[in-house]
């Protein structure tokens, strides 16, 4: 009985072959190992900065913030502002 695509597919596995397989759990640790020294490398710039008198929790908000669209980022920013108008703080 046909389920008119509401259904995903399963695909059968075929055989395993320990080389592949060795091959996708080495690439993935590999790039791991980079991940974590990427976070080690961001880390010390955040330090870095912070020995020179900037605020590292500002600076990463501002790092969020770059990472959003210009529509996306007023309208975070305007819910805030009303947010924090409900609230007596603007």
């Known amino acids: 009985m046909p389920d008119g695509g509401a259904v995903a597919k399963k695909v059968k596995a075929g055989p395993i072959?320990?080389?592949r397989?060795?091959?996708f759990v080495e690439r993935i640790e590999k790039l791991e190992e980079?991940?974590?020294a990427i976070?080690?490398?961001i880390r010390d710039v955040y330090s870095e900065a912070k020995g020179v008198g900037y605020d590292v929790k500002t600076m990463r908000?501002?790092?969020s913030l770059r990472k959003?669209?210009?529509a996306d980022r007023d309208e975070q920013e305007?819910?805030?502002d009303t947010y924090k108008h409900a609230l007596g703080m603007s």
């Open 17 to 19: 072959s320990a080389d």
């Open 68 to 70: 959003m669209d210009a």
């Open 39 to 41: 976070g080690g490398d």
């Open 61 to 63: 908000r501002i790092v």
């Open 78 to 80: 305007a819910l805030l």
């Open 34 to 36: 980079e991940r974590k």
């Open 21 to 23: 397989l060795k091959s």
